[in-house]
C-alpha cells in the first residue's frame, strides 16, 4: 500500500472530522484547502506528488457534509491502511506538519497530539473526535490571518487568494482600461508572475535583466502586449514579501493549470533564474520548491533544469 493512498484516506478523515460539529464556512473550506495542500510533503518520502485528479478527490468531501454513516467508513479505511508502524509515523508527520502551519503549535493542540499518538495502536471511532479537536485551531488561525486582509467587496475573494490579480484589477479599474484578454487567463498569469518573482527575489533584489525577462514570458505566454506585461510584472515584483499567501499562490495556480501548462512553467521559473547570468543555488531550490508544490516531479524538475545548461 502506497504512501500516498494513506495520506489522501488521512486527509479525507481530516474533512469528515471538519465537518463534524456541522456547517463549515466558505473561509474555513479554504483554509481547509491550504492545509491539506501540504499534506502531500511530509514524513520520509517528500517527493510525493498530488494530481489534480487526487485533488478533485478531495474537494468532493469539501462539497457537502460528511455524515456519520460516510466518517465511520472514512476511519474504517484509515485503520485498514496504518498497518505497520511506518504507516503510523507517516500519518503522525502528516498531523504535525498539518498544526505547525502556522508556526504556532498550542498545548491543548499537543496533548491532543500526543492522545492521536497513543490511539493509534488500535485506530477506532475516538480517534475522529480527537482529529476534529486537533485540527480546529490551525483552521481557526488560518482562516483568521485571511480575515484580516483589506476588504474591497467585490474583490475581497480575490485578494485572498490572489493579490497579484487584485491589485492589477484595482490599477486598470483606476486607470479605466482593459488588457483585452479573458479574465481566467488575466488570473492565471498573475498567479504565473506572482511566482515568477518569487524567484527572482530570492537574492532580495530582482535585477533588470530578471524583470526583462519576466515581461517576456508573460508576453509569450499570454499575447499580452508588452504594456500589459510590464504592468503584471511591475506589480508581481511590489507584492513579493512575506505578507504575499505563498499557500494560495501555489494552490490557486495548481487548480488552475493542467499538467503541460505547469511543466512547461518550470522552464519559464528557470529562465527567469538564469536571465542575470547563472541559476544560483538558491533559486535552484526556491524553483525545487516550487515544482513540488504544485505537484511536479524530480524528474521533472530536473529535466528543466538541465534545459539551462
Known amino acids: 500500500m502506497s504512501d500516498k493512498e494513506l495520506i489522501m484516506t488521512l486527509a479525507k478523515v481530516i474533512i469528515a472530522a471538519a465537518w463534524a460539529d456541522g456547517d463549515i464556512t466558505i473561509q474555513e473550506v479554504n483554509s481547509l484547502k491550504d492545509l491539506l495542500f501540504r499534506l502531500p510533503h511530509v514524513g520520509s518520502d517528500q517527493e510525493m506528488q498530488m494530481t489534480a485528479r487526487e485533488w478533485a478527490?478531495?474537494?468532493?468531501?469539501?462539497?457537502?457534509?460528511?455524515?456519520?454513516?460516510?466518517?465511520?467508513?472514512?476511519?474504517?479505511?484509515?485503520?485498514?491502511?496504518?498497518?505497520?508502524?511506518?504507516?503510523?509515523?507517516?500519518?503522525?508527520?502528516?498531523?504535525?506538519?498539518?498544526?505547525?502551519?502556522?508556526?504556532?503549535?498550542?498545548?491543548?493542540?499537543?496533548?491532543?497530539?500526543?492522545?492521536?499518538?497513543n490511539s493509534l495502536e488500535g485506530v477506532d471511532l475516538s480517534i475522529f473526535g480527537q482529529i476534529g479537536r486537533l485540527i480546529r485551531g490551525p483552521v481557526q488561525r488560518r482562516t483568521a490571518v485571511v480575515a484580516n486582509a483589506p476588504n474591497r467587496e467585490e474583490y475581497f475573494d480575490d485578494y485572498v487568494k490572489n493579490k497579484v490579480y487584485y491589485k492589477v484589477r484595482q490599477r486598470l479599474n483606476w486607470d479605466g482600461t482593459e488588457l483585452g484578454i479573458p479574465e481566467?487567463?488575466?488570473?492565471?498569469?498573475?498567479?504565473?508572475?506572482?511566482?515568477?518573482?518569487?524567484?527572482?527575489?530570492?537574492?532580495?533584489?530582482?535585477?533588470?535583466?530578471?524583470?526583462?525577462?519576466?515581461?517576456?514570458?508573460?508576453?509569450?505566454?499570454?499575447?499580452?502586449?508588452?504594456?500589459?506585461?510590464?504592468?503584471?510584472?511591475?506589480?508581481?515584483?511590489?507584492?513579493?514579501?512575506?505578507?504575499?499567501?505563498?499557500?494560495?499562490?501555489?494552490?490557486?495556480?495548481?487548480?488552475?493549470t493542467n499538467d503541460n501548462e505547469r511543466i512547461g512553467f518550470l522552464d519559464t521559473l528557470f529562465a527567469v533564474a538564469a536571465a542575470d547570468g547563472e541559476v544560483s543555488a538558491n533559486e535552484s531550490v526556491e524553483i525545487r520548491h516550487i515544482a513540488r508544490s504544485i505537484g511536479l516531479s524530480q524528474q521533472q524538475f530536473v529535466e528543466a533544469k538541465a534545459k539551462i545548461g
Not at 498497518?83 to 493542540?109: F, H, W
Not at 527575489?201 to 525577462?213: G, H, K, N, R, S
Open 57 to 117: 478527490r478531495l474537494e468532493i468531501y469539501l462539497e457537502t457534509p460528511v455524515e456519520a454513516a460516510e466518517r465511520a467508513r472514512l476511519v474504517n479505511e484509515l485503520q485498514a491502511r496504518l498497518r505497520t508502524p511506518k504507516d503510523r509515523a507517516l500519518a503522525l508527520a502528516a498531523l504535525e506538519d498539518l498544526i505547525q502551519a502556522d508556526g504556532i503549535v498550542t498545548d491543548a493542540e499537543r496533548a491532543v497530539s500526543e492522545k492521536i499518538r
Open 184 to 256: 481566467a487567463d488575466l488570473r492565471k498569469l498573475s498567479l504565473a508572475g506572482g511566482l515568477m518573482a518569487r524567484v527572482a527575489y530570492v537574492d532580495q533584489v530582482v535585477t533588470d535583466d530578471e524583470f526583462a525577462m519576466m515581461i517576456n514570458a508573460l508576453k509569450a505566454g499570454w499575447d499580452i502586449s508588452p504594456e500589459s506585461a510590464s504592468l503584471v510584472a511591475e506589480i508581481a515584483v511590489s507584492e513579493i514579501s512575506d505578507d504575499l499567501d505563498y499557500f494560495r499562490l501555489v494552490r490557486e495556480f495548481f487548480t488552475s
